[in-house]
């Protein structure tokens, strides 16, 4: 037996009878011949972490402050990082598929335009103006990327449960039990990181703005700090543990009313304090500015966009879809450079 076999069979052996089990794979678009030592899930793993350059590009991306100057404040790769370590977590105490989960995890967020939301926001918007059908969300744009832009625009060609997970997460401002009840992924693991990524979210954004001295450990809602508890810590780990004691031996994932609620609170807590707090909204002023600028650039100066992508599609939708997927793979700093290049006097080289 060879050892992809192995670890298959010693996934029937010990998975859950919920896990999605990587022999029970729907396969990937197109077939490709087995790894001798990888299951197929591992190899979706491995393939984003080395071929999936816009995994590279979320170290350049907002999490919630654009473009930090301070060197420990999270960015999207360390969200996505946490996101995967805490679904991980949670995996494999209930017996799912670890690296199924990762997979997803890692994948996750590889749609996020620059400037977190306030970029997608704004590119979405933009985007209709040239296009009324189309819409721009960075869960939806996850899976153009993995399967219509990377590698030359060949995709990653992922396994269909992978590319479902990355697509399936898109909670916005919803209550944990909505999302429990509205999101239908193929799979647990899906589930698992959905909800690990508002575990993280919620936990590491707090973490920053305490750390920044945004928000003062009093202001927090006395439920947050005596159900989920006072240290950054212990607040993932109650919500964690959480998920694991309620849905052991469940074919559901689920929470206690008490977490849900004070998890909630947080989130609602959070979206007033933070990330729709007048200092955002104003920087989300200046993220229009730029998005904006940068995309009717695009779709007006043939040069411009044939320099930047290489080809000037014919229609407008084209055009608009190809200017879309530009703008939305520039990290911050990219954004910015093009920005001052492009609409600010650099004075002239003779
Ligand atoms: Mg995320």
Redesign the pocket.
């Known amino acids: 037996m060879i050892i992809r076999e192995r670890i298959e069979q010693l996934e029937r052996e010990t998975l859950s009878p919920y896990a999605a089990l990587s022999t029970n794979s729907r396969g990937r678009e197109r077939p490709e011949e087995p790894c001798d030592v990888r299951t197929v899930y591992q190899r979706d793993r491995d393939r984003i972490i080395h071929q999936c350059k816009a995994f590279r590009r979320l170290a350049h991306k907002t999490q919630v402050f654009i473009s930090p100057r301070h060197d420990h404040i999270r960015t999207r790769l360390s969200?996505?990082l946490e996101?995967s370590q805490i679904a991980r977590t949670i995996a494999k105490a209930l017996r799912l598929n670890e690296s199924l989960t990762e997979a997803i995890a890692l994948g996750?967020?590889v749609g996020h335009t620059p400037f977190g939301h306030a970029g997608e926001e704004v590119l979405h918007a933009v985007y209709r103006e040239y296009d009324p059908d189309a819409r721009f969300h960075h869960a939806e744009h996850s899976v153009r990327v993995v399967t219509a832009l990377e590698r030359e625009g060949q995709g990653l060609n992922l396994c269909r449960e992978t590319v479902d997970g990355i697509g399936s997460?898109s909670k916005g401002r919803r209550g944990i039990a909505q999302v429990l009840e509205r999101e239908r992924p193929l799979t647990l693991e899906a589930l698992v990181v959905s909800l690990s990524?508002r575990v993280a979210?919620l936990n590491h954004d707090l973490d920053d703005c305490l750390g920044a001295g945004l928000i003062r450990p009093d202001d927090l809602p006395a439920e947050c700090v005596e159900v989920l508890g006072a240290r950054y810590s212990q607040r993932i780990s109650t919500m964690v543990s959480d998920i694991i004691e309620q849905s052991e031996g469940q074919s559901a994932i689920r929470l206690s009313p008490s977490i849900i609620g004070a998890v909630d609170a947080l989130k609602e807590f959070m979206y007033e304090r933070v990330y729709h707090s007048p200092p955002m909204i104003e920087e989300r002023r200046r993220v229009r500015m730029v998005i904006e600028s940068l995309f009717r650039l695009y779709m007006t100066s043939e040069d411009a966009l044939a320099a930047a992508v290489g080809r000037v599609p014919e229609s407008t939708p084209d055009r608009a879809r190809a200017v879309c997927d530009y703008v939305a793979g520039m990290t911050d700093r990219y954004a910015t450079d093009r920005y001052v290049e492009s609409f600010l006097p650099g004075g002239v080289v003779l």
Request: hydrophobic share 10%; aromatic share 12%.
């Open positions: 969200h996505t996101v996750h967020d997460h990524d979210y």
